[in-house]
Nanobody, 116 residues
Framework: QVRFVESGGGLVQPGGSLRLSCAVS????????MGWYRQTPGKQRELVARISVGGTTNYADSAKGRFTISRDNAKNTLYLQMNSLKPEDTAVYYCHAPGLLSKYSWGQGTQVTVSS
């Protein structure tokens, strides 16, 4: 059974930092690109950051310069370091493999709230 288990969210003040983790199980993590997505009520889920099998990273414009995606293939874990957080970063954050979206369900996500 494929599982995506996100953690590390919470309440943080503007300008603060959080590190999200995603533990993946049920398929060969190392051979797929991975991504962090986020969703707010009434909006579509959006891709925030993506990391390839080889470690190449890409970011949404809103995340560039502030977020860093990384992966540990030995631990089957994906990370998202988020710095200089803004209120507009408030969302539920999910991880998934972009190439497997139609095949496997989403995890429960982790709530990030940026507020003073």
């Amino acid at each position: 059974q494929v599982r995506f288990v996100e953690s590390g969210g919470g309440l943080v003040q503007p300008g603060g930092s959080l590190r999200l983790s995603c533990a993946v199980s049920g398929y060969t993590f190392s051979i797929y690109d991975m991504g962090w997505y986020r969703q707010t009520p009434g909006k579509q889920r959006e891709l925030v950051a993506r990391i390839s099998v080889g470690g190449t990273t890409n970011y949404a414009d809103s995340a560039k310069g502030r977020f860093t995606i990384s992966r540990d293939n030995a631990k089957n874990t994906l990370y998202l370091q988020m710095n200089s957080l803004k209120p507009e970063d408030t969302a539920v954050y999910y991880c998934h493999a972009p190439g497997l979206l139609s095949k496997y369900s989403w995890g429960q996500g982790t709530q990030v709230t940026v507020s003073s």
